[in-house]
Every structure is written in structure tokens, then in C-alpha cells.
């Protein structure tokens, strides 16, 4: 069994930062390849916010460039996310999601931790 815990979130005015973290754990984890953070904002689709690589490649979604920044600790399996500048656009639930290989690459999700930003 892999579990994914999330914490950080909250509720900040425009402007603030708020940090998130991502832990996983369970029996029989080999490597975790790809780490990300996507979210949903009330009646959307869930979307890509941030990816990285195993080796520390980083990808963007358009609205959070320059603002966001992804990083990972291998040693910890857990990916971070530093937001800073929000918007009120930001306000969602955002997951995390890692590709973990145990017997095969499988994905997991992780609970979901709110962010909202006030204007």
C-alpha cells in the first residue's frame, strides 16, 4: 500500500506565498519517476500545474511561471511547491501525483489540501 500525504495550504490574501509538501510512503517502493502538482478550481477540470523529473527537470503550466516553484527530495520522497505572488485564480484544491514503481510504474494521488487566495 503507497500513501500520499499532503500538508501546507490555506487561506492567503493576494500577493502572499504559501508553501506545500508532499510525502509518500509504503512497503515496496522502488523509485518514484515523475512528481507533479495539478489542482481544480470550483466547477473546472483538474489542471497541470507543475511538474519534475526524477533528475530535477521542470515544467511549468503558463499561468504559474515565474511565480511557482516545484523541487523534490529523493532521499525523503516528497515533492514541495512554493507559491508565491498568488492570485485569486490560484484558489482551488490542489493534488499531488506521483509515479511510483513498485512491481510497475502506477500512479497515486494524493488527498487534496485547499488553497484560497483573497482579493
Known amino acids: 500500500q503507497v500513501q500520499l500525504v499532503e500538508s501546507g495550504g490555506g487561506l492567503v490574501q493576494a500577493g502572499g506565498s504559501l508553501g506545500l509538501s508532499c510525502a509518500a510512503s509504503?512497503?515496496?517502493?522502488?523509485?518514484?519517476?515523475?512528481m507533479g502538482w495539478y489542482r481544480q478550481a470550483p466547477g473546472k477540470q483538474r489542471e497541470l500545474v507543475a511538474t519534475?523529473?526524477?533528475?530535477?527537470?521542470?515544467d511549468y503550466a503558463d499561468s504559474v511561471k515565474g511565480r511557482f516553484t516545484i523541487s523534490r527530495d529523493n532521499a525523503k520522497n516528497t515533492v514541495y511547491m512554493q507559491m508565491n505572488s498568488l492570485k485569486p485564480e490560484d484558489t482551488g484544491v490542489y493534488y499531488c501525483k506521483m509515479s511510483i514503481v513498485r512491481m510497475a510504474p502506477t500512479d497515486y494521488w494524493g488527498q487534496g489540501t485547499q488553497v484560497t487566495v483573497s482579493s
Open positions: 509504503g512497503r515496496s517502493i522502488l523509485i518514484i519517476n515523475a
Open positions: 519534475i523529473t526524477r533528475g530535477g527537470a521542470t
